[in-house]
């Protein structure tokens, strides 16, 4: 079945970087585009970044943008996030997500059809 | 960026009864090219990653009870709980595969009566 695992988390002060890490099984992870999801504690859910499923194309939220880093190793099956100028607002417990429907040359059409259980990232002094 | 507004924020709603969580979009979710609306349900109980439910407004995930529906189009949208279970007891979000960024609305806590 699928899997996806993440790691990586931890407690990081403002201003650090911090890299995550999604393991993947159970099915043909280079086939797929994959997502970053975020949760700050108590709150809802945050889109913060997708990637094509050969790497070739890469999209963020407004509020990563500059300073997040999307990337996959199709031969790990392995997703990562590195995470830079971490700020207070991004901790939060990320989570690895499949996207499921489709994309096309300029985006991607995507629900989440699995998720981690995801990682906890707290940015406190 | 298109904005997801859910209501109500929270529902209390007695077993066996139905629960219905509305979900609005601030521009329509409908693509005429294939006369799809492009909105997924999920569910996320306490202390558990979400779980998608519903995808195409009204595709349900397999899997998933046929006690769960979703139906609406264009903004308007709709999951339905035909009876509810003590399992049911969960956040509910809509979110929005239109565009990106991909949207989220803010969650309805569904609670028993």
């Known amino acids: 079945q699928v899997q996806l695992v993440e790691s990586g988390g931890g407690v990081v002060q403002p201003g650090r970087s911090l890299r995550l890490s999604c393991a993947a099984s159970?099915?043909?992870?280079?086939?797929?585009?994959m997502h970053w999801v975020r949760q700050a504690p108590g709150k809802g859910l945050e889109w913060v970044a997708f990637?094509?499923?050969?790497?070739?194309?890469?999209y963020y939220a407004d509020s990563v943008k500059g300073r997040f880093t999307i990337s996959r190793d199709n031969s790990k099956k392995t997703l990562y996030l590195q995470m830079n100028s971490l700020r207070p607002e991004d901790t939060a417990v990320y989570y690895c997500?499949?996207?499921?429907?489709?994309?096309?040359?300029?985006?991607?059409?995507?629900?989440?059809?699995?998720w981690g259980q995801g990682t906890l990232v707290t940015v406190s002094a | 960026d298109i904005v997801m507004t859910q209501s109500p924020d929270s529902l209390a709603v007695s077993l066996g009864e139905r629960a219905t969580i509305n979900c609005k979009s601030s521009?329509?979710?409908?693509?005429?090219?294939?006369?799809?609306?492009?909105l997924a349900w999920y569910q996320q109980r306490p202390g558990q990653p979400p779980k998608l439910l519903i995808y195409?407004?009204?595709t349900r995930e397999s899997g998933v009870p046929d006690r769960f529906s979703g139906s609406g189009s264009g903004t308007d949208f709709t999951l339905t709980i035909s009876s509810l279970q003590a399992e049911d007891v969960a956040v509910y979000y809509c979110?929005?595969?239109?565009?990106?960024?991909?949207?989220f609305g803010q969650g309805t806590k569904l609670e028993i009566k």
């Open positions: 195409w407004a009204s």
């Open positions: 159970g099915f043909t992870f280079s086939a797929y585009p």
């Open positions: 997500a499949r996207g499921g429907g489709y994309c096309s040359s300029i985006s991607c059409s995507n629900w989440f059809d699995s």
């Open positions: 979110q929005q595969y239109y565009n990106s960024p991909h949207t």
């Open positions: 990637i094509y499923h050969d790497g070739t194309n890469k």
């Open positions: 521009q329509s979710l409908l693509y005429s090219s294939n006369n799809k609306n492009y």
